[in-house]
């Protein structure tokens, strides 16, 4: 469904992509694992189009969106939903405005069908009573619940996850877990997340993947990635300070 | 760097900031070019263009009518102090009306509107930009471009004009009330100065130039904030050197659109 060969990018000097590749399942929920500052945001960029990278393929539904033309890549789009790390919620619309958008812009249905549709969205994530009120009004972890809803406001093929959980305590943290099993059992659909949320994201994930220094060191599923004897992997995994990474 | 000596150093700074500024006008207008690509092209924001009609516009009514009609009373005193000595008061309204038709009116009422509108404008778009909103919109398949910054430099162009020509009414009216009512001036001699002296390519240049002006800061105001980085310090920084550009952009174009449009005049 999703699928990288050998992606580079640099800013500068600075190589933050040094040959990405990986291969995500039609119908997964995969995880993309990392330090902060490897690069998980600058990949998932990628992913929707946001950047070109300076070599590689990035295919998406069969398609490579590297050199796709911006029509071409938005009919790509269409079949994209994204949660971003701040959820990055319209701050002059209220949550049924935010949820609408999407729909408005691309559905060709009566305002009643987009309000129904809108409600169904909201309902699912639990934020149906909050649904007059302006992002501003709202709590980090109901801001990522409205975020999810909007994403999956036109039932994508492929959720993109930056960071879900991040900024947030464990309780909401496993509301949103929770939610995103819930969303993922309800359809067909992939979920690719980047998080360095070990815990939560290895009880969600049936694959997972580590991205060290530009490109992926290891992967497999949550138990394997658990048991990986790679000094490195071992390391993130269990937060040790001794190891090969270092911090800068 | 010493083998250089100071005059070397010198010179390859201000090439290094004539690059830099070539760079930045470059970028400026590409996206004037990508927003005029994005004008022509399916679906047309309607609802936005509205929004901005009414935030440009209509909320900016206000400001402009009081800071027109006290310009056009400041007019009409300094006015007759001038012509009085000559025994010419009769002009009163005649150079107010052309003061305000060709300069006043359109450049006033775009320094007022960069303050207002322009400020706002790179802080919301810098805002956007900042929180992610603007990646939002490209990853739902709505071109940023023509979403937010086409309607805004659409709207911008199109009110100016009018916002220039209620400011001139509003600075006739001031210098009326002023001229008639304080300074004891004939009402017919200051009415018939005015049809004597100011002719229609008069309040049309002035009207070309507030369409420019309008181009301009809404331009300016858009790239600044639509490129903004750096969190709120950066939104900040783009705010004030948005305004900044835009005001000495009106001013220097405004003396070379006198100096091609009414000459020597």
Known sequence: MVRLENVHKSYGEQKILNGVSFDVRRGSVTTIMGRSGAGKSV?????IGLEKPDSGSIMIAGSNIVRMRPVELNKIRRRIGVLFQEAALFDSLSVRENVAFPMREHLKISEKEIQDLVDDRLEKVGMIRHSEKFPAELSGGMRK???????????????FFDEPTSGLDPITRGTIYRLIEATHAAGPITYLMVSHD???????????MMLFEGRIAAQG????????????????????????LTVD | MRSQGFF???????????????EEVGRVLVLLGRSAGWLFRPPFRYGEFLRQLDFVGAQSVML?????????????????????????????????????SRELGPVISALMVVGRVGSAMTAELGTMRNTSQIDALASMAVEPVQYLVVPRIVAATVVLPLLAMVFSFAGMVGAYVVAIHYLGIDSGMFMSGITQYVEA???????????????????VACYK??????????VGIATTQSVVISSVLVLISDYLMTSLMFGST
């Not at chain 1, 990949?43 to 992913?47: E, G, K, P, Q, V």
Request: hydrophobic share 50%; charged share 15%; proline share 3%.
């Open chain 1, 43 to 47: 990949l998932i960029r990628h992913l």
């Open chain 1, 145 to 159: 619940r409205v975020g999810l809803a909007r994403a999956l406001a036109l039932e994508p093929e492929i959720v």
């Open chain 1, 198 to 208: 070990i815990e939560g994201t290895m009880a969600v994930s049936d694959h997972v």
């Open chain 1, 221 to 244: 599923s949550p138990e394997e990635i658990r048991n990986s004897t790679d000094p490195a992997v071992h390391q993130f995994i269990w937060g040790s300070a001794e190891g090969p």
């Open chain 2, 8 to 22: 070397g150093t010198m010179i390859f700074g201000m090439l290094d900031a004539v690059r830099l500024l070539l």
């Open chain 2, 64 to 100: 402009i009518v009081l800071t027109g009609a006290f310009t056009g009373m400041v007019m009409a005193l300094q006015g007759y102090n001038g012509l009085h000595r000559y025994g010419a008061e009769s002009l009163v309204g005649a150079t107010a009306a052309l003061a305000l």
């Open chain 2, 201 to 219: 390519e008069d309040i049309t240049h002035g009207l070309i130039k507030a369409v420019v002006f309008g181009l301009t800061f809404s331009l």
């Open chain 2, 225 to 234: 904030g639509f490129y903004a980085t750096g969190g709120a310090r950066g």
